[in-house]
């Protein structure tokens, strides 16, 4: 097995870990603006996605501290665009899952080969993130239609 580059792995795991930190206040922030007949269950599905993130983000913190490196404290961006449409909602959040999901991947081309556990970890993650976006294109489309009106499902 190759050596591990611990400087670039800890770079990437910082930035899981803001992303992830991020999606915790943006999905608590939505839960607070869906309103009407969906609100109950709409809700219900944002705070356990808030729930998710703040797990996802614990998980690389504390990969972070394995390492024996210093976890950020910095937040990642956090886009609001003033919207209370839940396909608008729906349509952000997965921009920013698929942020997470690029950086997941990237830790997955550094640690291969190199970290069984770290690339175990890599791989599980991007199979939750990607099974989360599938959900969440799902939630977009029409009933009744194979495919978002946006385009494709992700590949
Ligand atoms: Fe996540």
Redesign the pocket.
Known sequence: MSELDQRSVVGVLNHILES?LA?VVRYTHYSFLVFGFGRIPIVAWLRQQAD??LL?AQQAGEWITTLGAYPSLEIGPLLDSHTFDIGSILRESLEAENV?LELYRELLTLVQDRSVALEEYARQMIHA?EMHAGEVDKMLRRPGALATSSGAPPA
């Open positions: 992830e999606g998710e993130s996802h997470a993130e």
